[in-house]
């Protein structure tokens, strides 16, 4: 990814808050040769090797076959808030348009997950997503019998990727004076965009 030096995350910072908040990534990977694109919710865990992102696809959906943790790399897109910046707003600066935004690339080797391979990486990998995005259904899903919820778990394959590599940016503004940012920031909040205005201001405390 392209990343001018002024919009590179800070060192200080960490991603992850940004991933929590987006979780539906976009899933690039190469099969036969052609990109192969998906767009599914990720959960990142932790595990003794470091950061592990976890999801699932549908067993229909052909890009886990490109899922090979010696030999394939693929990206986890996540794009935060972001907005056009109309240049009505600069009082200073040359009136061109932009768009300020926040990205989160997570790269990695990522393993498929099947039933028949490792049935209880498959229920954790369930468990850990419900958990995470509707704990009351936890109990419901765990209740289900055997044959139901096997059959639910031959039609998905599991993702299991440990991050090797991020990239992140958020263009907000920094190559414009304070005044023109604060400027930006009022406008980007009072449209509703409240949580790229917020952070533009935190930009550059």
């Not at 190469?30 to 865990?45: D, G, R, W």
């Not at 229909?60 to 794009?79: A, G, R, Y």
């Not at 940016?169 to 920094?174: G, P, Y």
Request: net charge negative; aromatic share 8%.
């Amino acid at each position: 990814m392209y990343i001018p030096r002024k919009f590179k995350l800070r060192a200080d910072c960490d991603w992850l808050p940004d991933v929590i908040v987006n979780p539906f990534a976009t899933v690039v990977s190469l099969h036969e040769q052609a990109p192969c694109v998906c767009h599914i919710p990720i959960v990142i865990t932790n595990s003794d090797i470091g950061r592990v992102a976890i999801g699932h696809v549908s067993r229909d959906n052909h890009i886990w076959k490109s899922w090979h943790p010696e030999t394939s790399q693929s990206c986890l897109v996540f794009t935060g808030p972001n907005a056009y910046v109309s240049p009505m707003t600069y009082q200073d600066a040359i009136p061109v348009p932009t768009w300020n935004y926040i990205a989160v690339h997570l790269k990695g080797h990522p393993v498929p997950v099947h039933f028949d391979d490792d049935p209880s990486e498959l229920h954790m990998i369930m468990d850990t997503l419900i958990t995470h995005f509707e704990p009351d259904y936890l109990p419901v899903w765990r209740s289900l019998d055997i044959v139901n919820q096997e059959k639910l778990l031959r039609g998905i394959v599991g993702l299991r990727m440990s991050i090797a590599d991020v990239e992140c940016v958020e263009k907000l503004s920094q190559n414009r004076t304070q005044r023109d940012a604060e400027a930006i920031a009022d406008v980007l909040d009072a449209a509703g965009q409240t949580a790229l205005a917020v952070r533009m201001v935190e930009v550059r405390k």
